[in-house]
């Protein structure tokens, strides 16, 4: 089978799609749903049902996958969107309010993409049941989040969570203790699909199992999968069935991701009376953000564009802050109606990412994937809303959980908010060295979080402790070579400083 596949590639590879091309890539499918079978056989009753639709789902975007060539967008087609159909989020707050907020809001569901590990930070287990502020997980603030509002104005608000076969039992065993918050919550799975063989294409997957030695055979789809998955569980029916229409979208490790009443408010009463399908919230790009998406106008649609979808050649121009000034947040706010009616016609158009791993034994596996935003242009009236920065602000490292833990923000029921004494309204700019990658080195690092209000820039690197109620102002770079160690004593105050391997603190 391996020569097939290369084969198979050798023939993509050349334009016009010929008979040879047609009998490979027929035979490709016939090998894959051998071997999807095969896997089916293996099910356990009680989970036949399931699989059957995950396998399905799979072999769906598997057969999309042998169809499309090369980049999914023609380069010359790209335009820069219309004027009107991004809106400035001042635009939007200036409607103000209306005095039945209550009853806009009892129209929405919050969901939370939940599918991930927080592997990337050192840590087991879910990435939103990692802490990060006062002993408050991601999901802790969430609740907070909504239980706010929910008591503010006498609504109910419910949260649903997204999660992956990674991430659910952890997930469900937590949820026990909001059970007295005055918030519903439910959960759904996102699919569960095998990874394939890079040579063979072919699932590496012998059974339906996913303990042990199996763990590294599936993965999770991509957020992309939530239109199906959502549709799936019945569950979005039932919300439909309780007179929720619109849902608000967003990473669960995205703190500034919180409800937004105008934003609301706009979608539920629009000002030319014709409600948007799909919103999409970007904002301005920085230098930090130049792989982000980016919204664009693609054959008479507005289209969200990936780097992964950009032919080499372009691949500067489209990191170009100047060309492209805005990128998606992934703060979405979906109309439940129209999910519904496109997911019954099979309507969702995604572009599929080819997400290529190498697991522990050197095996190259491909896993195909999709994104929640690219399906922006299989919906009616679109709209791309700029809103400030302070509504992304995902916790990704811990150079990030520096700056949430820290005095730059306070906390008010589970929403962080810049503090006021910060004398302006930009993030400064950190990088943590790999000394601190894991969350439990980076706490072992600092006795207490340094007042970094007055803070531009910092980088540490190497073995660097901190002592308590360490003062960082301007530009500090702290580096320690190898085989020294550096410790901040408690107190010190650096401004504008660097500091090198043995603690001699000079002027910058």
């Not at 049941?129 to 006062?134: P, S």
């Not at 996102?190 to 990874?195: A, E, F, G, K, W």
């Not at 791309?384 to 306070?410: A, C, E, H, Q």
Request: with cysteine.
């Amino acid at each position: 089978m391996s020569s097939f596949a290369k084969d198979f590639s050798k023939a993509m590879s050349q334009a016009g799609p010929s008979q040879f091309q047609e009998v490979i890539r027929q035979e490709l499918e016939y090998s894959m749903k051998v071997e999807l079978d095969k896997i089916l056989a293996t099910a356990p009753s009680n989970e036949l049902e399931h699989t059957k639709k995950d396998l399905e789902g799979f072999k769906k975007l598997f057969h999309r996958f042998l169809q499309e060539k090369g980049p999914s967008v023609d380069w010359g087609k790209i335009q820069r969107p219309p004027e009107d159909s991004i809106q400035p989020y001042e635009k939007i707050k200036a409607r103000g309010l209306p005095d039945n907020i209550a009853s806009v809001l009892n129209k929405l569901v919050v969901v939370k993409l939940n599918g991930g590990l927080g592997t990337s930070m050192g840590c087991k287990g879910p990435k939103s049941l990692i802490g990060v502020r006062n002993e408050n997980t991601f999901l802790d603030l969430t609740v907070q989040q909504i239980e706010h509002l929910n008591k503010t104005y006498n609504t109910d608000v419910p949260l649903v969570l997204m999660n992956s076969f990674n991430t659910d039992e952890d997930t469900k065993k937590i949820l026990q203790k909001y059970s007295h918050t005055r918030v519903k919550i439910y959960t759904f799975n996102q699919s569960r699909y095998p990874r394939i063989n890079k040579e063979t294409l072919l699932p590496i997957a012998k059974d339906v199992s996913y303990s042990g030695e199996n763990t590294e055979c599936w993965y999770p789809p991509g957020h992309g999968d939530i239109y199906g998955s959502f549709y799936n569980s019945g569950l979005l029916d039932n919300l439909i069935a309780e007179g929720k229409e619109y849902i608000f979208v967003s990473n669960i490790d995205n703190l500034g991701a919180t409800v937004d009443l105008y934003i609301l408010n706009h979608l539920m009463n629009p000002p030319n009376g014709k409600r948007c399908e799909f919103v999409m919230e970007v904002t301005n790009k920085t230098r930090a953000d130049v792989k982000g998406g980016t919204l664009t106008q693609y054959e008479n649609k507005l289209r969200l564009v990936e780097i992964a979808q950009v032919p080499k050649a372009h691949v500067d121009e489209f990191k170009s802050v100047s060309k492209f000034k805005i990128f998606n947040t992934n703060n979405l706010w979906i109309a439940l109606s129209a999910i519904k009616r496109l997911q019954e016609k099979n309507a969702i158009d995604m572009e599929i990412i080819v997400n290529p791993k190498t697991l522990d034994g050197g095996l190259n596996v491909i896993q195909l994937e999709t994104a929640v935003g690219a399906a922006i242009k299989s919906f009616e009236n679109s709209l791309g809303i700029n809103v400030p920065r302070s509504r992304f602000l995902p916790v990704k490292t811990t150079s990030d959980l520096l700056l949430v833990m820290s005095n730059l923000y306070s906390l008010n029921a589970g929403s962080l908010t810049m503090s006021e004494k910060r004398e302006f309204p930009t993030v400064p700019l950190v990088k943590l060295g790999s000394s601190f990658t894991k969350v439990q080195d980076y706490l072992r690092r600092f006795e207490s979080i340094p007042d970094m209000l007055e803070l531009d820039h910092l980088t540490v690197s190497g073995d660097v402790t901190f002592g308590k109620n360490v003062s960082l102002k301007g530009t500090v770079i702290i580096i320690a070579n190898h085989g020294d160690r550096i410790d901040i004593p408690a107190g010190a105050v650096l401004e504008n400083k660097i500091v090198s391997g043995n603690l001699r603190i000079l002027d910058h």
